[in-house]
C-alpha cells in the first residue's frame, strides 16, 4: 500500500502543471523592473525608461503570456499573499504594456482611449482564460473579490502617472509582500512633494479620497482614513499635538491634484 502511494505521488509530481503546487515565477518581471525604474529619493518615487523596455519588449509579452497562462484553479489553491502578488504584478506589467503600444507618442496614459472608453477599461489583458481590463483586475478583483481587504495596494498598483505612488522596482512576491506593502505605504507618505502638513491642514493624495471606503473596512482594526493617517503619522512627520487633532478628528485633510503625466525618465 506504502508503496503504491508512493507511486502515485512520484506520478503526481512529474505530470502535473507545476503551477497547481507552487506560486507563479516572477523572476523575468523582476528583471525588467530592476533594469528599466529608476528610484528617486530612496524610493519615494520612481520613474520608468520606457524606451528601454520598449527594446525589451518580447521579454515583457514573454512574461505577460506565462500569466496568462494560468488557470483559476491552480490559483485559487495558492496563498492569498501570492495570489495578491500576481494580480499586482499582473496590473503593474500590464500598465506598461498599454503605454508601449502607443510609446513615445503620448505625455499621458489617459491620452490612450477613446472619447467613452478609458484605458483602464480597454478590455486587452488576458487571465484566466478571458480578455479583462485594467479595472477588472483592481476594482473586479484585488477589491472586488473581497478575500484580500488590503489597502495598501494602492501603493503598489501603479498607473504610469507622477502623481501615483512608485512603481517599486522589483517584482512582488507573496512571501515578502507584508514588507513590501508596508514599505511601499511609507515611502509613499514620506514623500512631501504628495503629503505633507501646512498651516494646520494634512494635505494628501487624492488615493485617499476615491478610495475612502477601503481605509474603512477594518484592515487590522482600522475603520476610517484618520486612523490610517494616525498609524502612518511618523512618515507624515506630524508632531504629538497634530496627531492628536488627527485622532480627534479635529484636523482638516485636503487632497491634491493628481498629476496624471507619464511617470517616464525623459
Same mark, same amino acid.
Given at each position: 500500500? @506504502?508503496?503504491?502511494?508512493?507511486?502515485?505521488?512520484?506520478?503526481?509530481?512529474?505530470?502535473?502543471?507545476? @503551477?497547481?503546487?507552487?506560486?507563479?515565477?516572477?523572476s523575468?518581471w &523582476?528583471?525588467?523592473? /530592476? /533594469?528599466?525604474?529608476? +528610484?528617486?529619493?530612496?524610493?519615494?518615487?520612481?520613474?520608468?525608461?520606457?524606451?528601454?523596455?520598449?527594446?525589451?519588449?518580447?521579454?515583457? /509579452? @514573454?512574461?505577460?503570456?506565462?500569466l496568462?497562462?494560468?488557470?483559476?484553479?491552480?490559483?485559487? &489553491?495558492w496563498?492569498?499573499?501570492? /495570489?495578491?502578488?500576481?494580480? $499586482?504584478?499582473?496590473?503593474?506589467?500590464?500598465?506598461?504594456?498599454?503605454?508601449? =503600444?502607443?510609446?513615445?507618442?503620448?505625455?499621458?496614459?489617459?491620452?490612450? %482611449?477613446?472619447l467613452?472608453? @478609458?484605458?483602464?477599461?480597454?478590455? *486587452?489583458v488576458?487571465l484566466? %482564460?478571458?480578455q479583462?481590463?485594467?479595472?477588472? $483586475?483592481?476594482? #473586479?478583483?484585488? !477589491?472586488?473579490?473581497?478575500?484580500?481587504?488590503e489597502?495598501?495596494?494602492? *501603493?503598489?498598483?501603479?498607473?504610469?502617472? $507622477? %502623481?501615483?505612488?512608485?512603481?517599486?522596482?522589483?517584482?512582488?512576491? #507573496?512571501?515578502?509582500? +507584508?514588507?513590501?506593502?508596508?514599505?511601499?505605504? !511609507?515611502?509613499?507618505l514620506?514623500?512631501?512633494?504628495?503629503?505633507?502638513?501646512s498651516? %494646520?491642514?494634512?494635505?494628501?493624495s487624492?488615493?485617499?479620497?476615491?478610495?475612502?471606503?477601503? *481605509? +474603512?473596512?477594518g484592515?487590522?482594526?482600522?475603520?476610517?482614513?484618520?486612523? *490610517?493617517?494616525?498609524?502612518y503619522?511618523?512618515?507624515?512627520?506630524?508632531?504629538?499635538?497634530? $496627531?492628536?487633532?488627527l485622532?480627534?478628528? !479635529?484636523?482638516s485633510?485636503?487632497?491634491?491634484?493628481?498629476?496624471? +503625466?507619464? &511617470?517616464? =525618465?525623459?
Open positions: 500500500m @506504502s508503496n503504491k502511494f508512493t507511486l502515485l505521488l512520484t506520478f503526481i509530481t512529474w505530470f502535473l502543471p507545476v @503551477s497547481l503546487f507552487a506560486a507563479f515565477d516572477h523575468e &523582476n528583471s525588467l523592473l /530592476q /533594469q528599466h525604474v529608476i +528610484e528617486i529619493n530612496e524610493g519615494q518615487a520612481t520613474q520608468v525608461n520606457y524606451a528601454a523596455m520598449l527594446a525589451d519588449r518580447v521579454r515583457l /509579452q @514573454s512574461y505577460l503570456d506565462g496568462a497562462e494560468v488557470q483559476r484553479s491552480s490559483f485559487d &489553491n496563498s492569498e499573499t501570492d /495570489q495578491l502578488a500576481f494580480l $499586482i504584478n499582473a496590473y503593474n506589467a500590464w500598465t506598461i504594456e498599454l503605454v508601449l =503600444t502607443e510609446y513615445p507618442e503620448l505625455d499621458s496614459i489617459r491620452e490612450i %482611449g477613446f467613452f472608453s @478609458s484605458p483602464w477599461r480597454r478590455k *486587452f488576458s484566466f %482564460g478571458e479583462v481590463s485594467l479595472d477588472d $483586475i483592481e476594482h #473586479g478583483m484585488i !477589491r472586488g473579490w473581497e478575500r484580500y481587504n489597502p495598501r495596494i494602492h *501603493f503598489a498598483v501603479n498607473c504610469a502617472a $507622477i %502623481g501615483c505612488p512608485a512603481l517599486r522596482a522589483e517584482a512582488y512576491e #507573496g512571501n515578502r509582500l +507584508e514588507e513590501q506593502l508596508e514599505d511601499n505605504t !511609507r515611502l509613499f514620506s514623500d512631501r512633494g504628495r503629503n505633507y502638513f498651516d %494646520g491642514r494634512l494635505y494628501v487624492s488615493i485617499f479620497n476615491w478610495y475612502q471606503e477601503d *481605509f +474603512e473596512r484592515w487590522i482594526g482600522i475603520d476610517s482614513v484618520d486612523e *490610517f493617517m494616525s498609524r503619522s511618523e512618515s507624515l512627520g506630524l508632531d504629538l499635538d497634530t $496627531i492628536a487633532a485622532n480627534g478628528g !479635529r484636523l485633510i485636503r487632497y491634491l491634484r493628481y498629476d496624471w +503625466e507619464l &511617470n517616464r =525618465t525623459d
